[in-house]
């Protein structure tokens, strides 16, 4: 019998579910998709080194699904007290005829179940069905084929998706009978006729507040642009406790400071239904400035892991492609054993597979530390290379003409011609951070000559920046040197670059198991480089975009939910409106200024925040790297205001047709 009238309920407002029950499924559905990463693996040729960030990334989703599950959580326990604060009326009608509230809290669970089954099952079909885009995007991450294309159910997605929801909704049922326990009977009857009463603050005290936020928020953007985010230190920790501390002031104070500077303004303040609407708005903000702070932190964190991880994203296909000129090479930091002596040692002839080897050497002692080159154009640096301290520190290492053109030569590059008296600074890590390169540039526009163990040579008037290994990393600063000058030079490290089969990387790929745990030769292969540059690709790409949708779907429902409780409240009023002569136009255009001045305030200043956070996180992903900032926050901007949209509109017209059943 409770059944029955619980599925009857869920039928007889299924308008009211609707926001909730598509939120659900959507949750569920990205929930199951970035959780069958790993099985993704079945129907992709991938290498071993692919296949080990494939499954890196899995475990990190996995890790942070325990966090979104919590967020999601918060979401439908807070979507619950919701529908229960809706239907307080209809409950005290249960309690009036004589039901229990152990029965009435049993309808309440029975409608939670059927809601968590109906959007589990919908999110869990589209999510098996939204999972299989995912081998297109591991296909262009891994450069690999779909030759053994299937279709992918991931089971193990499949019951941790279950699970998890199964968790999050039992935790709901249980704060739900809670809630209904602590109901009298007389709340419920008349909770229509209750209106929440506001804390009354007075003018000075808001003033105060809003200075005060403002002060904080000004403080923070401006320590955080002066020291940047390179690392996480106790500076970065204060400008974030500040930063979080001046929102939730803002939002305090926002309610008695927008209404006073609102009420300024006469003529607008009295037109039409504006001071109906703001005195509405007030009283929300004015109770709810907490949670409408977390929202404004959560859009901020949205805009930022979205933005930024493009950002990253893009800067690391980019550098990928200068670090990758051969095949493989092998850096052999023991010049008193030939290289190709320590492969036989494994097995390995290079003469049975590559016909030639493009070999060169990295001489030391050229007497100079790169920071003592760039200390002369120190002041134009941005604060995320001075705070590189490698850059500064790090010996230059020479490497001679011969060997040089030798490479260029390999490579299709230009030769370089020097005199006994000129050198010529190589950086190919400027290839791929324009940060770097204007410096360089820089210098090499004012400084024509350099010191070298006291004697003075001229600097080539062109920096080099094609490298010259396939590396994990690159080469902040070298010197290319004369022949001559390496003559009583120590011998650094000898890199052995050739072009071969696919069965030799493969072979070599197992000996690096062996070979990397020495100290004396490291071995980078093409593949395993690009491999490992699309695994971090992956990591960032797929947690930024997994966050970025939870956190943007959790904010915008909450608002949304808020909103919808807002205007089942104050029905009455409405109707008052109503009989007072406003007509329906009216009355439903201030029910969307209300709702629209509602979303917009924390998109505001999240906006605010993101021009700093961005501005900045850009700055420290350049010193690494070119990025596109238009490109990644007109993407960006684009998916916000899409979903944040889209539950704007839902919110308005789930409101105006509230109203208007109610005429």
């Known amino acids: 019998m409770l059944f029955k009238l619980s599925l009857r309920n869920v039928r007889r407002s299924y308008k009211n579910y609707t926001l909730y029950f598509f939120t659900l499924a959507f949750a569920v559905c990205i929930f199951y998709v970035f959780n069958s990463v790993d099985a993704q693996q079945s129907m992709l040729t ?10 890196n990334l899995a475990s990190l989703i996995g890790a942070i699904s325990v966090f979104v ?43 939670t ?27 262009k991450l891994f450069d690999t084929d779909m030759t053994k294309y299937q279709f992918v159910f991931s089971s193990a997605a499949f019951f941790k998706t279950i699970l998890y929801f199964g968790i999050i909704f039992l935790v709901a049922i249980l704060f739900s009978t809670v809630a209904i326990s602590k109901y009298k009977l007389i709340d419920l009857i008349y909770a229509e006729r209750q209106n929440e009463q506001p804390k009354v603050r007075s003018n000075a005290f808001t003033l105060i507040l809003f200075v005060l936020s403002i002060a904080l928020l000004g403080t923070a953007y401006a320590m955080v642009i002066k020291n940047g985010i390179v690392e996480f230190d106790r500076k970065l920790l204060i400008e974030i406790i500040m930063g979080s501390v001046g929102t939730f002031l803002f939002f305090a104070s926002l309610s008695g400071f927008f209404l006073r500077v609102m009420q300024a303004n006469k003529r607008r303040y009295y037109k039409g239904l504006n001071m109906f609407v703001l005195r509405q708005v007030n009283s929300r903000v004015n109770s709810a400035f907490v949670s409408m702070s977390f929202i404004c932190l959560m859009l901020f964190c949205t805009i930022g892991i979205l933005s930024a991880g493009l950002g990253i994203n893009t800067v690391l296909n980019s550098s990928i492609r200068n670090s990758i ?23 390995i002839d290079l003469n049975d597979y590559t016909a030639r080897t493009y070999d060169y050497h990295e001489y030391l002692d050229a007497g100079i530390t790169a ?40 490579l299709g590059g230009d030769p370089i011609v020097l005199d006994g008296s000129t050198v010529a600074l190589f950086s190919d890590y400027a290839a791929q951070s324009k940060t770097l390169d204007d410096v360089l540039q820089l210098y090499l526009k004012e400084n024509h000559t350099i010191e070298l163990k006291g004697d003075t040579y001229n600097v080539y008037p062109k920096l080099l920046t094609q490298s ?3 590396s994990m990393g690159s080469e902040l600063l070298m010197l290319i040197v004369p022949d001559a000058m390496v003559t009583d030079a120590a011998v650094y490290s000898e890199i052995v670059n050739f072009n071969c089969s696919t069965e030799l990387q493969n072979r070599l790929e197992q000996a690096t198991n062996v070979l990397d745990d020495s100290d004396t030769m490291a071995i980078n292969i093409r593949s395993v480089v690009t491999d490992s540059y699309a695994g971090s690709s992956a990591i960032i790409s797929f947690i930024g975009i997994y966050l970025g949708i939870i956190f943007l779907l959790t904010s915008a429902a909450v608002l949304a939910l808020q909103q919808l409780s807002e205007v089942a409240d104050n029905r009455q009023r409405y109707d008052i409106l109503r009989k007072i002569g406003v007509d329906e136009t009216m009355i439903n255009r201030a029910i969307f200024k209300q709702i629209a001045i509602y979303f917009a305030m924390p998109l505001l200043l999240a906006c605010v925040h ?11 992903i350049a010193s690494i790297g070119d990025i596109n900032v238009t490109k990644n926050l007109l993407m960006t901007a684009v998916f916000v205001l899409a979903v944040y949209g889209g539950y704007f509109l839902a919110t308005y017209y789930g409101s105006k047709s509230m109203i208007t059943k109610n005429k």
């Not at 179940?113 to 296909?139: C, D, E, K, R, Y």
């Not at 000129?325 to 030939?338: A, E, G, K, L, R």
């Not at 993101?610 to 420290?620: I, K, M, P, Q």
């Open 113 to 139: 179940v059927i809601i968590g089954i109906f959007s589990l099952a919908l999110g869990l079909l589209f999510g098996v069905f939204a999972s299989q885009w995912l081998s297109l995007i591991l296909v």
């Open 371 to 410: 920071g003592a080159v760039l200390d002369k154009v120190k002041d134009s640096m941005p604060n995320e290379l001075k705070s590189t301290d490698t850059l500064f520190s790090a010996p230059m290492m020479m490497v001679t003409q011969s060997d040089y053109n030798k490479i260029m030569e390999a």
């Open 610 to 620: 993101s021009v700093v956070g961005l501005y900045v996180t850009n700055t420290a």
């Open 69 to 111: 599950s919590c967020i999601l959580g918060f979401l439908i326990v807070f979507a619950n007290n919701f529908l229960i604060r809706r239907r307080k009326k209809e409950l005290g009608l249960y309690m009036t005829l004589g039901m229990e509230k152990s029965k009435i809290a049993r309808i309440l669970i029975s409608e």
């Open 325 to 347: 000129p051969f095949d493989v090479s092998i850096s052999n930091y023991d010049p008193s054993v030939s290289t190709e002596n320590i492969l036989k040692l494994d097995g």
């Open 46 to 55: 991938l290498s071993e080194s692919a296949n080990r960030a494939l499954q």
């Open 468 to 470: 010259l290994s396939t």
